[in-house]
C-alpha cells in the first residue's frame, strides 16, 4: 500500500535521467510497474555531470523520431531560426537546470537532419542538446543508427574485495525504497557479518541543521532519514529490524501523523530504544552532516533514484529480490563465505515493483 503524500517542493540532488524535457514544463515524479505517485513539480538544479546524466535513457527514443519523423515542426506551427532557437534553449537551461549563482553560456547552434544542434558551455564542459525546429521539444542525445554498434556484454561487471561493500541509496518514503530493503534484509540477515551493507539517503542538505535538509517527499522524510540515522548510529544491531518495522507497519500510514507517531513509537518500544535518545540525536548537527556526505556520496556515484544498489563501486542491475541480491554480493567476494550456498527466496512478496522516485 503507497501512502498518500503531499510533498513540497523540493530540491534534490543532481538531475535524473528522462528522454525528454518540453521547453515550456517538466514534472517527474514516481514512476514505475506496480503503481505510481505523482508528487508536485519541484525544481531541477544541474550539476556539471547531470546533462551527460540525462543522455542514458533518451537514446533509443531520438533514435526513433530522427528515423521515422525527421522531427519536423508539427502541422500548425513554425520553424524558429537556428539562433532564436538556442537562445530559448539556453533560456531555459538557465532557468531550470543549472545550479542556484552559475549560468550556462550558447556555444553555438547548427542545423543537422531537420533537427538543431545546441551546444552549450557549462562549468567548462561544452554539451550538445539538440531541439525540434519550431523549439518546444529538448533532446539530450541521438545516436545515429547507421554507425556500428558494439554488443554489449550479457554480464555485469564485478570488482571482488575480500569484504565487500554493499550501499542502498533510497529515500525513506519512496515506495520502491521501502520495498527494496524488505527485499534486502534476509541478504543481510544472510551476510551481515561478511559484508558492510550501508543504507544511503538521497537528500539535498544545503547548511548544518534539520531546517537545511531538503527531500523529494517533504519534511516528514527528512525527519525519518534522520531518525533513521540515529538509530543505526545508537542501535546498530537492531537497524536492520527497525527498517523492516518502519517500511512493514509504519510506511502503509506514513499519511496520517497521528498513526505514523504512534506506530514509531511503538516500534521503537518493540525493538527496546529509547525514544527520547533517538529524538534528542535526530535534533542534531552531527546527524545533518551524515546526510550530507551522503549525499556527496550519492553525486559521486550517480546514485540519484531511489533505489540505488551499489555493490564494491559497481551499480547493481539485476532483477529486485533476495536471491539475486545474494547472488550478485557474493559474486563481488574474492572468497566466498559458506553462506553463499545457501538459496534465498528468487520469487515472492519480498519483491519490489520495477520502478524509482527521483
Known amino acids: ?69 525527421g522531427m519536423a515542426p508539427p502541422a500548425g506551427t513554425t520553424a524558429l531560426s537556428s539562433l532564436a532557437c538556442g537562445e530559448k534553449t ?86 520502491y525504497g521501502t520495498q527494496t530493503e524488505t527485499a534486502m534484509k534476509p541478504v543481510v540477515d544472510l551476510l551481515g557479518t561478511d559484508a558492510d551493507f550501508r543504507v544511503r539517503y538521497i537528500t539535498s542538505v544545503t547548511g548544518t541543521t534539520p531546517a537545511s535538509v531538503q527531500s523529494l517527499h517533504g519534511a516528514a522524510e527528512v525527519q525519518e532519514d534522520l531518525r533513521q540515522v540515529c538509530i543505526n548510529q545508537l542501535y546498530p544491531k537492531q537497524f536492520w529490524n527497525y527498517l523492516q518495522h518502519f517500511d512493514d507497519q509504519c510506511y502503509p500510514v506514513a499519511g496520517n501523523s497521528a498513526a505514523l507517531a504512534a506506530c514509531v513509537r511503538n516500534v521503537t518500544a518493540t525493538l527496546g530504544m529509547d525514544s527520547p535518545s533517538i529524538a534528542a540525536c535526530a535534533a542534531g548537527n552531527e546527524t545533518v552532516s551524515i546526510l550530507a556526505a551522503d549525499e556527496t556520496a550519492a553525486v559521486a556515484a550517480g546514485a540519484y533514484g531511489s533505489p ?26 574474492t572468497t566466498p563465505p559458506a553462506a553463499c550456498s545457501t538459496a534465498l527466496a528468487s520469487a515472492s512478496n519480498t519483491n519490489p515493483a520495477a520502478g524509482s522516485c527521483s
Open 308 to 333: 540505488t544498489i551499489i555493490i564494491n563501486g559497481v551499480t547493481y542491475s539485476g532483477a529486485r529480490n533476495p536471491e539475486a541480491y545474494k547472488e550478485a554480493i557474493c559474486n563481488s567476494f
Open 90 to 175: 539556453l533560456q531555459y537551461i538557465n532557468a531550470n537546470l543549472v545550479s542556484p549563482g552559475t549560468t550556462a553560456t550558447l556555444a553555438g547552434v547548427r542545423e543537422n537532419r531537420s533537427v538543431y544542434m545546441v551546444t552549450i558551455s557549462y562549468s567548462s564542459q561544452k554539451t550538445t542538446v539538440y531541439a525540434t525546429k519550431d523549439c518546444n521539444l529538448l533532446f539530450t542525445n541521438a545516436i545515429d543508427m547507421s554507425a556500428p554498434v558494439s554488443p554489449a556484454s550479457s554480464q555485469q561487471e564485478v570488482n571482488k574485495s575480500a569484504r565487500p561493500v554493499v550501499d542502498l541509496y533510497a529515500m525513506s518514503y519512496c515506495p
Open 1 to 69: 500500500m503507497t501512502p498518500d503524500h503531499s510533498p513540497h517542493q523540493e530540491k534534490v540532488p543532481g538531475l535524473p535521467a528522462i528522454a525528454l524535457l518540453a521547453l515550456t514544463a517538466l514534472a517527474p515524479g514516481e514512476t514505475g510497474t506496480g503503481g505510481s505517485a505523482s508528487p508536485p513539480p519541484r525544481a531541477f538544479f544541474l550539476g556539471t555531470k547531470a546533462l551527460a546524466i540525462l543522455a542514458c535513457t533518451v537514446i533509443v527514443l531520438v533514435a526513433f523520431l530522427v528515423a521515422v519523423s
